[in-house]
């Protein structure tokens, strides 16, 4: 909250709107630490973080100001200028582990300002509601999230930071994934610097092959999730490729990571926190990106309309993708089905864009004013 005026808006905080955007910049930071950091990477300071309740949160605020407060008064470094990584037994200062630690700090640090709440940050609040005006989204309006799969891959694709070179975006058309068209997104069309990584030489890709975000909308069932597909989350969740799932309850966007028993395990977007100025200074906080507390929801409340992710490094990985997902999207008994399909070839040889305007090609959530439908989500219900 607090931020700079949204595009064509006066609104300076998110609130009672923006989840579903939120929820998305988490699944979209998720692809980008697997990508610049590894799947074995952690934030050190993340066990240390506070759970954010009102109570805690105060507290903790309030001693963190104390302490800056006395530090300013007695002309000694506060807590945060006081801090400096951590030495461990046998490691020497300036060794190959603190180097790579360093290394990756400021990859992450790097991350996190990609998604400030500022106009010039690619992946910003301002950015996504920017790039929402096009296909006829305002600041303040809702956004489902097949909306916002759409907007993530066109911001991912317009990215002009060199580190993002190396990853693109693609979203399914018609719950359907092309598997042509994916291995095309993990083909550069044109051979440029290699993407900032933090592994060995050994480790690194060509430069010809980028990764790719696949972002599948689908619909679970009617008004309410259908119990049938209970399972089938839960495979796609344990799935290591997974990146999670965006959607929420009726109105109420969420980002879910897991699942526990019959309950998914989500991170909340709902937290008001204060705007944190990215681009003044290369020491912002970072404890307002980073949820310290997870939480827990049953099945029965999951929304219908969501939008499942997929991290792919390069095209060998999406054949393995393509060859677990196989399985989890067998018909069974109860899922007769499938949520989304997997088909060789590419969109084009379906012919599936023949009759649409350039428009409808490049937002195919834009729809003819003088047609009338009855809408869940972002699906039309025939």
Not at 32 to 51: I, K, N, V, Y
Not at 78 to 100: K, L, N
Not at 297 to 307: A, E, I, L, V
Request: proline share 8%.
């Amino acid at each position: 909250m607090d931020f700079p005026p949204l595009p064509d808006s006066s609104l300076t905080s998110d609130c009672g709107w923006g989840c579903m955007l939120r929820a998305g910049q988490m699944m979209l930071a998720q692809a980008l630490c697997l990508h610049l950091l590894g799947r074995d990477w952690t934030w050190s300071e993340a066990l240390t973080l506070q759970p954010l309740d009102a109570e805690t949160w105060t507290a903790s605020a309030a001693k963190r100001l104390a302490a800056s407060l006395e530090a300013s008064l007695q002309g000694s470094p506060g807590p945060s200028e006081q801090w400096s990584p951590p030495v461990h037994q046998g490691q020497a200062p300036g060794s190959a582990e603190e180097a790579d630690a360093h290394l990756k700090a400021m990859y992450h640090r790097t991350l996190v300002s990609w998604f400030g709440d500022s106009p010039a940050a690619p992946f910003g609040l301002h950015r996504l509601v920017r790039l929402g005006l096009m296909m006829g989204k305002q600041a303040g309006d809702w956004y489902g999230p097949a909306v916002v799969a759409h907007i993530l891959r066109k911001a991912v694709e317009e990215a002009m930071d060199p580190g993002l070179a190396g990853i693109t975006a693609y979203v399914s058309q018609d719950c359907t994934v092309y598997s042509a068209d994916v291995i095309d997104s993990h083909r550069a069309a044109e051979p440029g610097p290699e993407p900032k990584r933090c592994s060995s030489p050994q480790e690194r890709q060509p430069v010809s092959d980028r990764a790719v975000v696949i972002l599948i909308p689908v619909r679970l069932g009617g008004e309410k999730t259908n119990p049938d597909y209970f399972n089938f989350a839960k495979n796609i969740l344990s799935l290591e490729y997974c990146l999670g799932i965006i959607g929420g309850k009726p109105k109420q966007a969420c980002y879910f990571v897991g699942f526990q028993d019959d309950s998914l395990i989500y991170m909340d977007p709902h937290y008001s926190q204060s705007f944190v100025d990215v681009s003044t200074s290369s020491d912002f906080p970072l404890q307002s990106y980073h949820c310290p507390s997870p939480k827990k929801m049953p099945f029965s409340k999951m929304d219908p309309s969501c939008t499942i992710g997929f991290y792919s490094r390069s095209a060998q990985d999406y054949e393995r993708i393509r060859q677990e997902l196989s399985k989890v999207l067998q018909p069974s008994a109860k899922e007769k089905y499938p949520a989304f399909t997997i088909v060789q070839g590419r969109s084009t040889d379906y012919d599936l864009s023949a009759a649409l305007t350039p428009e409808k090609r490049e937002w195919p959530f834009i729809r003819a004013p003088q047609r009338s439908v009855t809408t869940a989500g972002d699906f039309v219900l025939l």
